[in-house]
C-alpha cells in the first residue's frame, strides 16, 4: 500500500547525500552519520538506505528522506519493513559527452517500481556473474526512482562530430524559481524531554525522542489549534451514569489548557444537570436561563467582552467556563429549540469553543437543537453492557435520522472508560475484567465510528470535582489522545 507524503510526519529532517567522490552521509535532524564505503554508487547508495531504514525502525513509523547524488535529487518514504516509496525524483542535466565516457557511464539507473524493499544492512556480497550482477541490481534499485533518460526521447545521433558539438555544447534549461526555496520546510526536532532518553539529554547528551513522546507531541500539536470560527461539541448518550460529565469537564481542561482559546462547558440538561456538581462554582447562581433572559444586552454590540462572566462560573486551574442548567428546586421550565438557539448564538460570541453535556432524551427539543449546533459528536460510555447498548442505540438513532445527524454518527468519537468501585479498585481480578470488558466494548465500536479510545479507570473521576491535575499521569495521557481526536474532527 503506497503512502502519500503528507501522511508521513516531516520531522526528524533527514538527509541523504553521495557524492562523486565515493563518500556519503546521512543527516537526520543535523547529526551527520558516515556511510559505510562501497565499491559502487548503488552500493552506497543501498548502505545509506540502510540507515535510513534503521531511523524508521527506531521511531516505528514510515520517515521522509530527501535524496542527492551525482544523478539527481528527490524525496521517498523509508518504511520499518524495509518499504521504500519514491515521492519524486528530478534527473540532473544530462552530463557532456566527454565526461560520460568516463567511468561513471555505467551508473545510468534503470526504470524502477515505485515501492520496492530497500536492502537489508548486511556486508556486501562477492561479484556474481555479469548477467546475474546486472539482474540484481534491477531487482534491488531503489534509488534514484525514475530512469535519468526518458524512454520517449530519442538520443541523438553522436556520430556525425557536427551533432556531437551541439549535444556538447548545448546549455542545460534552466528551472524556474518558483519551483525552489531556501527555506527550511520541515520543523528542528527538539531532543527527548522523556524517560532515559530525556535523561540522558540532560546530562548533554542530545537524544532523539522516543514514538511514545513524538506521539504525545502530536497530539498536543492536535489540541492546540485554532480553528477558522466557533466548533461546537456534543456529549451524548441516552443513559445515564455513562461518564458524560467527567467526559465533557476532560475536554474542556485539555482544549483550553493547550489551546487557549476561550472554551464553556455547557449543561444542556432538560432537567437539573449535574455538570454544575462537578465542577468549581463561581460567586454567583445564574444558570442557562438567566443567560437567556439577558441575551439581547449581551448580543449587543456595545456590551463589553467581559460581561459574560455574570452568568459562568470560571474554573480557575483548567482555564474554562461553565455554564450551568437551572437547579431551582420549584421551577418547572424546560429549555426549548429557540432558547437553545439564543444561548448558543450569546456563546458563539464569546467563546471559540463550546462543549455541551446533555440529558437521556433523545426526543428532547433542546437534545435535538443541540444536535442541530454541533460540529463534532463524542459518546461516552462505561464499561457496562447497558451503557455501551445505550450509546450504540443513540447513534443508531443520529444514523437513522440522515443528512447532518448521519453525518455525526459516522464521524463520531466513542470514548470508553473502564468501570470498576473505589472498593474493589485494589483488587488485581476486578481491573483485570475491567480492563478485559472496556476493550471488548471497544472493539465492538471500532467498525461504525471515526475513533474509539480507552481511559483507564481513576478515583479522581468517580466523586467530587474533577481537576485534571488530580488525574494520574495515564489517565491524563488517554484523555490527551482522546481530546485530540475530538479535534480533528474540528
Not at 287 to 300: G, H, W
Not at 402 to 427: Q, Y
Not at 456 to 483: F, K
Amino acid at each position: 500500500m503506497s503512502t502519500t507524503s503528507t501522511e508521513v510526519l516531516a520531522f526528524p529532517n533527514i538527509r541523504a547525500i553521495v557524492r562523486d567522490n565515493g563518500t556519503a552521509e546521512v543527516v537526520v535532524a543535523g547529526n551527520s552519520r558516515i556511510v559505510p564505503a562501497g565499491e559502487s554508487l548503488q552500493d552506497l547508495r543501498n548502505n545509506a538506505m540502510a540507515l535510513v531504514v534503521g531511523e524508521a525502525q527506531t521511531l516505528n513509523r514510515p520517515v521522509r528522506v530527501q535524496i542527492e547524488d551525482p544523478e539527481g535529487h528527490g524525496e521517498l518514504i523509508v518504511h520499518p519493513d524495509n518499504r521504500i516509496e519514491s515521492v519524486s525524483y528530478e534527473p540532473r542535466p544530462a552530463r557532456r559527452r566527454a565526461e560520460a565516457s568516463g567511468p561513471t557511464s555505467e551508473r545510468a539507473a534503470p526504470a524502477v517500481i515505485d515501492t520496492v524493499p530497500a536492502p537489508s544492512p548486511e556486508p556486501v556480497a562477492a561479484p556474481a556473474e555479469p548477467a546475474v550482477a546486472i539482474a540484481a541490481a534491477v531487482d534491488r534499485q531503489q534509488w534514484p526512482p525514475n530512469p535519468v533518460a526518458s524512454e520517449t526521447t530519442a538520443a541523438p545521433d553522436t556520430s556525425d562530430p557536427e551533432t556531437a558539438v551541439l549535444t556538447e555544447e548545448r546549455p542545460a534549461t534552466r528551472r524556474s524559481l518558483n519551483e525552489t526555496s531556501f527555506l527550511v520546510s520541515a520543523p528542528v526536532l527538539e531532543p527527548a524531554t522523556q524517560g532515559w532518553r530525556g535523561a540522558l539529554t540532560r546530562l548533554g547528551f542530545r537524544m532523539a525522542p522516543s514514538a511514545e513522546e513524538l506521539s504525545e507531541r502530536e497530539d498536543i500539536r492536535m489540541v492546540s489549534q485554532h480553528w477558522p470560527g466557533p466548533r461546537t461539541i456534543a456529549v451524548v448518550n441516552r443513559k445515564g451514569g455513562a461518564n458524560k460529565t467527567p467526559t465533557v469537564v476532560m475536554l474542556s481542561a485539555i482544549l483550553a489548557r493547550y489551546s487557549g482559546a476561550a472554551t464553556v462547558a455547557w449543561d444542556n440538561n432538560e432537567s437539573q444537570g449535574t455538570l454544575g456538581w462537578r465542577t468549581e462554582k463561581g460567586a454567583h447562581d445564574r444558570s442557562v436561563l438567566d443567560l437567556i433572559d439577558s441575551s439581547t444586552e449581551l448580543l449587543s454590540p456595545s456590551t463589553n467582552a467581559a460581561e459574560i462572566a455574570k452568568y459562568v462560573h470560571h474554573q480557575t486551574a483548567d482555564k474554562f467556563d461553565v455554564l450551568r442548567s437551572d437547579e431551582n428546586e420549584e421551577g418547572d421550565h424546560e429549555v426549548t429549540a429557540e432558547e437553545v438557539d439564543i444561548a448558543h448564538q450569546v456563546l458563539t460570541r464569546y467563546y471559540r469553543l463550546v462543549v455541551m453535556d446533555s440529558g437521556n432524551t433523545a426526543r428532547a427539543a433542546n437534545w435535538r437543537r443541540m444536535i442541530h449546533h454541533t460540529n463534532q459528536l463524542v459518546v461516552p460510555v462505561t464499561a457496562i453492557e447497558d451503557r455501551a447498548e445505550a450509546a450504540r442505540l443513540t447513534l443508531q438513532t443520529l444514523e437513522s435520522r440522515g443528512g447532518h445527524d448521519a453525518e455525526l454518527a459516522r464521524n463520531a468519537v466513542v470514548i470508553v472508560s473502564e468501570s470498576t468501585d473505589a472498593k474493589r479498585a485494589m483488587s488485581g481480578d476486578a481491573l483485570k475484567r475491567a480492563k478485559d470488558e472496556a476493550q471488548r466494548i471497544a472493539d465492538g465500536f471500532e467498525p461504525f465510528v471515526r475513533a474509539v479510545v480507552r481511559i483507564p479507570y481513576d478515583p479522581a473521576l468517580v466523586n467530587g470535582p474533577i481537576r485534571y491535575e488530580a488525574l494520574q499521569p495515564a489517565t491524563q495521557r488517554a484523555w490527551l489522545a482522546a481530546a485530540a481526536a475530538v479535534a480533528k474532527g474540528l
